[in-house]
C-alpha cells in the first residue's frame, strides 16, 4: 500500500499551523457492546510482511502464509487484513488485473495457487476473519509505463493514468476509472466470502512538495458543477466510497466495508469542528471527507490510523481518540482503531516508542470510550517481531481471553 511510505510520512507530515480548538468530550456511559475488534495488517506491497521475497515456490508462500494466520491466533487477535490488491494487481485469479509482481516477481506470471482463496480458507478454519484489503487507485510505486506487463490496463488505457511523486495512480476524476477500479475489487468479492473489503488511506495521492497531480483535463470535462476542484475531487472519492458500499450489499449482503483513513480529519484551526491538532488533513490534502462517511454512516467501520504516541504535541493519541469516538457517536459506523505497532521499540521513534507500554497505554485510554470497539496494529511483521516486548504487553494487560469480532 505504499503503506511504508504513508506510516513514514505520518509524522513528517505533521505541519506548523497552530491550533486554538478543543477536543469533543467523550461520551460516557451505558454498556460496551459484546465482541472487540483485535486486527493486524498483512501488507504486501515491496514484500513488505508476506511474501517474504519474490519468487518462492508456491508451497513456500503457502507456507509462510499460514504461519502469519496462526501468529495471529497466538497473539489472540481475531482478523487479519489482507493486503490483496497493493498496486493494481492481484493475489488472485482476477478477471480484470494481472497477477501481483510480490508473488514471482514478474507481473502477470501465475504463481500456481490461489494466495487470496487459501487465505479466506485457513482463516476461517482458525476463527479468524479475513479483510480483504485494497488500493483503489494505485497503479505503480515507479513512472516506468513499459515496466507493466503489456496486458495491463493502465498501459491499454494510458489516458486513466497520472504520474505523480515518483508513481501511478489511476485518475479519480474520471467515471471511467471509477467503474473499472470497482470491477476490479468487486471481482474478489464475487469470487470469495471474505468478511470485509477494506480501503487503506489512499485516495488522491498525499502532496508532494512542488509537484501538481494533474487532472486539468477531467477537472475542465468532469467539475463543471464544482465550484472548486476540491470539492470535485472530494465528491469523486464520495462517489467511490457510495458505489463500491452499494455493489458490496448487493453481491454478498453480510460483508462489510472498512477504511482505515489518515488519522486527522482537519485541525480545529481550519475547522471548529476538527480535532486539536497541527497535522496533515484527510479532508484538504487528499480529499477524503472521512467525517462524513462516518457520520452518514456510509461504510460499516473506521479504522483511523491514530500512529502518535500518548502527548504528541501535534497530533496526540489522546485527544484523537475522544475525537473519532464523538463522531462515531450515534452512527451505524463502527470505530476501531490503527496502532502503530511498527514504532514500538525503533530507535528512530521518539521516547514515547521505547517504553514497552506505551502500546498497552493506548488500549488502556480507548476503553474509557464505549464507542472504540477494538484495535488494529501495523503490521504483521511487528507483531511477530515483539520489539521491547511491546507486543506480549499488549496480549498481557488486554487480550487474556480470546474474543470474537463485534458482530
Request: charged content about 20%; proline content about 6%; glycine content about 8%.
Amino acid at each position: 500500500m505504499g503503506r511504508l511510505t504513508r506510516r513514514a510520512f505520518a509524522l513528517a507530515a505533521l505541519s506548523a499551523f497552530t491550533t486554538t480548538g478543543a477536543t469533543a468530550a467523550p461520551r460516557q456511559g451505558g454498556h460496551r457492546a459484546s465482541g472487540e475488534m483485535r486486527g493486524m495488517w498483512l501488507a504486501t506491497v515491496a514484500n513488505r510482511d508476506w511474501p517474504s521475497r519474490t519468487g518462492l515456490s508456491a508451497a513456500a508462500q503457502r507456507a509462510e502464509l499460514i504461519a502469519w494466520l496462526d501468529l495471529a491466533v497466538r497473539n489472540k487477535l481475531n482478523a487479519v487484513f489482507f493486503q490483496v490488491r497493493p498496486t493494481a494487481d492481484a493475489l488472485w485469479p482476477s478477471s480484470y488485473e494481472p497477477w501481483s509482481q510480490v508473488l514471482t516477481g514478474t507481473q502477470g506470471k501465475a504463481p500456481g495457487w490461489d494466495p487470496l482463496g487459501t487465505a479466506v480458507t485457513e482463516a476461517h478454519a482458525r476463527g479468524l476473519e479475513l479483510h480483504a484489503w485494497f488500493n483503489p487507485y494505485r497503479v505503480a510505486t515507479h513512472t516506468d509505463r513499459t515496466r507493466l506487463v503489456a496486458s495491463h490496463p493502465a498501459r491499454k488505457n494510458p489516458g486513466w493514468v497520472v504520474a505523480y511523486g515518483g508513481k501511478l495512480y489511476y485518475n479519480p476524476g474520471l467515471p471511467a476509472v471509477r467503474a473499472f477500479v470497482q470491477d476490479a475489487m468487486m471481482d474478489a468479492v464475487k469470487k470469495y466470502p471474505v468478511d470485509a473489503v477494506h480501503f487503506d488511506d489512499y485516495f488522491y495521492p498525499y502532496p508532494v512538495a512542488g509537484q501538481t497531480f494533474d487532472d486539468e483535463a477531467a477537472y475542465d470535462t468532469y467539475g463543471g458543477a464544482f465550484s472548486t476542484r476540491a470539492a470535485w475531487r472530494r465528491d469523486n472519492i464520495d462517489k467511490l466510497v457510495l458505489e463500491t458500499a452499494a455493489r458490496i450489499k448487493s453481491v454478498r449482503p453480510g460483508t462489510q466495508f472498512g477504511i482505515s483513513p489518515f488519522g486527522v480529519w482537519r485541525n480545529a484551526s481550519s475547522d471548529s469542528r476538527g480535532s486539536d491538532t497541527r497535522a496533515l488533513q484527510s479532508y484538504d490534502d487528499i480529499h477524503a471527507d472521512t467525517r462524513k462517511w462516518v457520520k452518514e454512516g456510509w461504510i460499516d467501520y473506521v479504522v483511523p490510523q491514530l500512529y502518535w504516541h500518548i502527548g504528541n504535541s501535534a497530533a496526540d493519541y489522546a485527544k484523537l481518540v475522544p475525537w473519532w469516538a464523538e463522531v462515531a457517536q450515534g452512527s451505524r459506523t463502527r470505530l476501531y482503531l490503527g496502532e502503530a505497532l511498527y514504532r514500538a521499540g525503533d530507535p528512530a521513534q521518539a521516547a514515547a516508542w521505547q517504553d514497552a507500554a506505551e502500546l498497552s497505554r493506548h488500549l488502556t485510554l480507548a476503553k474509557k470510550y464505549p464507542q472504540a470497539r477494538g484495535h488494529v496494529l501495523f503490521a504483521a511483521k511487528d507483531v511477530k517481531a515483539n520489539r521491547i516486548g511491546a507486543m506480549a504487553r499488549v496480549v498481557a494487560d488486554h487480550y487474556k481471553q480470546p474474543a470474537k469480532p463485534p458482530a
